[in-house]
């Protein structure tokens, strides 16, 4: 076994492919992706669909718009920069150490894939495994692996499915590929074609001596790769792992059908590459561009989060969370790019009793709050969270989130403030400054015992200011019962309340 070894990953046709991962419904349609501004546009790129109908990289629009069926897409940069992260962070599960090696509009990465053997077998199984999770992520890859960097590159461009190169074997397995293969300007190249030398066989065949003398000292290095013996010095880069998808509409969406059906696609590509590390998609942030307007960063955005109460993988979940979200939230016009970003997280195991009644699954919980929220608005679904003020009861609604119970200590009982939402209006009767007797309407209560007054007051510089006198009363009903209760009296409107009752 060579003491180096690579591995070569070339994606042909890169913007097509970067553009149809996350459309499934266009795999069988014959798809031709132009670049440029109208009526300047040219095809850049096609599937295997249209290259059989004759469509070449270079035609204009108008070309192709006299073939039947072929549909157009228009290139997106920011979709290829997102497909080839993607790609990157799938190889680095085989490697660390990865060289870029894309020219035009492929996209090819080199593996260096030493020592490996023990982790994913032989060669042509890495390979093969290589192709199924790449394909399984929507892309369509060719792999060659050789003891050159060079000679891996070269023949993963030029050929299909995988192919595997012995140690020595590299200029016999070259030899048919045409000169174009390799990094040579076009004076050399128009010089080797009036020579008859048509490919890498034939340039390997010249003494590379007279080569030299002819077209100069660059041809050694060209003679070197045609060989498959040229020497290169590997430069790594670091794959980053984020969790991110992003794709941009030929039309603006306005359905929200539509608009799904593509979000259903990228959560099921987030929820499989979390799941590859062991891990879950706790927050999912989705960013939609609209067309018609600016805002503070040049766009016109729409934004919505998913916050799972547990982090989670389930993809029929969270693309109802999604489709309950845009439904509570919808965008205010046409969107003309979809981007989700999730941050990763780990899912806790609990050990249930023998015993122990199974609880609920934690998405059914998320799906009723989002159910809540869209029926009765944002504030008013959540948990309870105490504000820093000294105003009584003064509190507001949080996101609710799933916390490990605390075990109970027991300790004295204590009396319980029951409070009565909304405070009922009651009209009291004062006897030397004190309540005596007070009714709600229905009953009336004699005073046994009146306690107080507690005088609060705050925010006076605001309209929601608040001045409160509180009295803790005991009284009797007409027909004997006793009650405790907390009145109230609001000295700003000079109105009193029913405030809570003592359990």
Aim: charged content about 25%; proline content about 6%.
């Amino acid at each position: 076994m060579s003491a180096t070894l690579y591995a070569c990953v070339h994606a042909a046709e890169f913007p097509a492919q970067a553009l149809l991962r996350l459309r499934p419904d266009l795999q069988s349609t014959p798809i031709a992706v132009v670049d440029g501004r109208p009526p300047h546009e040219s095809v850049c790129a096609m599937n295997r669909h249209a290259a059989g109908k004759g469509i070449s990289v270079g035609m204009t629009r108008l070309d192709v718009e006299g073939l039947d069926g072929v549909k157009f897409l228009a290139r997106s940069f920011e979709t290829e920069a997102a497909a080839r992260s993607v790609l990157l962070e799938c190889l680095a599960q085989f490697s660390p150490r990865i060289e870029e090696a894309g020219s035009g509009t492929a996209c090819a990465f080199v593996l260096d894939i030493a020592g490996t053997q023990r982790l994913f077998g032989t060669p042509a199984q890495l390979a093969e495994r290589m192709r199924v999770s790449l394909a399984s992520n929507g892309f369509r890859v060719s792999v060659a692996v050789s003891a050159n960097f060079d000679a891996a590159r070269m023949k993963a461009a030029a050929g299909r499915g995988t192919a595997i190169l012995g140690e020595g074997e590299e200029a016999a397995a070259l030899a048919s590929l045409p000169v174009t293969s390799l990094p040579m300007p076009e004076e050399p190249r128009e010089v080797l074609a009036m020579w008859g030398i048509r490919t890498l066989g034939d340039l390997a065949a010249l003494p590379v001596r007279e080569l030299i003398t002819r077209l100069g000292s660059e041809a050694r290095r060209w003679h070197e790769l045609a060989r498959g013996a040229h020497a290169h010095l590997f430069e790594p880069i670091e794959a980053e792992f984020t969790l991110r998808e992003y794709y941009e509409f030929d039309t603006a969406v306005e359905e929200i059908d539509s608009l799904l059906f593509v979000g259903a696609r990228m959560i099921d590509c987030l929820a499989a590459r979390a799941a590859d590390r062991a891990l879950s998609l706790a927050l999912v942030t989705a960013r939609m561009r609209l067309e018609g307007g600016t805002s503070h960063d040049g766009h016109l955005g729409h934004e919505c989060v998913l916050r799972p109460a547990v982090p989670s993988t389930d993809r029929k979940f969270l693309l109802k969370l999604l489709q309950l979200e845009i439904g509570s939230h919808p965008p205010r016009a046409a969107v003309a790019s979809l981007e989700l970003t999730a941050q990763a997280g780990r899912c806790g195991t609990v050990q249930l009793g023998l015993f122990t009644p199974q609880t609920p699954e934690p998405s059914r919980l998320d799906i009723t709050l989002a159910r809540l929220r869209a029926m009765v608005g944002e504030d008013r679904v959540g948990s309870a969270l105490l504000e820093d003020t000294h105003r009584p009861g003064s509190f507001r609604m949080g996101g609710f989130a799933a916390h490990p119970q605390r075990k109970r200590v027991p300790g004295v009982a204590r009396m319980a403030l029951r409070r009565v939402r909304p405070p009922a209006p009651v009209r009291v009767m004062l006897r030397e400054t004190r309540p005596a007797e007070f009714s709600d309407w229905q009953n009336r209560f004699k005073v046994t015992g009146a306690y107080g007054p507690w005088r609060t007051s705050g925010c006076w510089w605001s309209e929601d200011n608040w001045d409160l006198e509180e009295w803790d009363v005991l009284a009797e009903r007409n027909d004997g019962s006793s009650v405790a209760c907390l009145l109230i009296l609001d000295r700003a409107s000079n109105e009193w309340r029913l405030e809570a009752f003592y359990d």
